[in-house]
C-alpha cells in the first residue's frame, strides 16, 4: 500500500509518471531513458519527478528498494548539467602552468 501526505498549494499541477517514455525530453533526453533498464517508474518516484524536474523541493519516505535514489538523483542531474560551465580555479592554473615550466626546463 502506498500512503502520503502531502503538503504543496499547488499540487494538481503535477500529474504522477506513468510510464518512462512520458518524461519531456526537456526533463531527460530520450537516449537516457532508452538505457534505463526498465519502463515504469516506481510510486515515489512517479510523484516525485514531476515536481522535482521543475526544480521544487521533494522529501519522499518510501521502504529499502523502492527507488528513492533515482527519484532524487535524476532531477538532480538535470540541473546539475544545466549549469553553465565554471572556470577553473586561478590557483590550479598556476599551480599547472609552474609544473609545465618545470617539466620543460
Not at 498549494?9 to 519531456?24: F, Y
Not at 522535482?52 to 538535470?78: C, H, M, N, Q
Request: aromatic share 6%; charged share 20%; hydrophobic share 40%.
Amino acid at each position: 500500500k502506498l500512503h502520503a501526505i502531502v503538503s504543496c498549494p499547488n499540487l494538481t499541477r503535477w500529474s504522477p509518471v506513468r510510464n518512462l517514455s512520458h518524461l519531456a525530453p526537456r526533463h531527460v533526453p530520450a537516449s537516457t531513458v532508452a538505457r534505463l533498464a526498465f519502463d515504469r517508474p516506481t510510486e515515489v518516484q512517479a510523484w516525485a519527478w514531476p515536481p522535482a524536474f521543475e526544480g521544487r523541493d521533494v522529501i519522499g519516505v518510501a521502504e529499502t528498494g523502492s527507488g528513492k535514489t533515482l527519484a532524487y538523483s535524476l532531477p538532480l542531474l538535470k540541473h546539475i548539467l544545466a549549469l553553465p560551465p565554471r572556470p577553473p580555479p586561478k590557483d590550479k592554473i598556476k599551480s599547472s602552468l609552474r609544473l609545465i615550466k618545470s617539466m620543460l626546463g
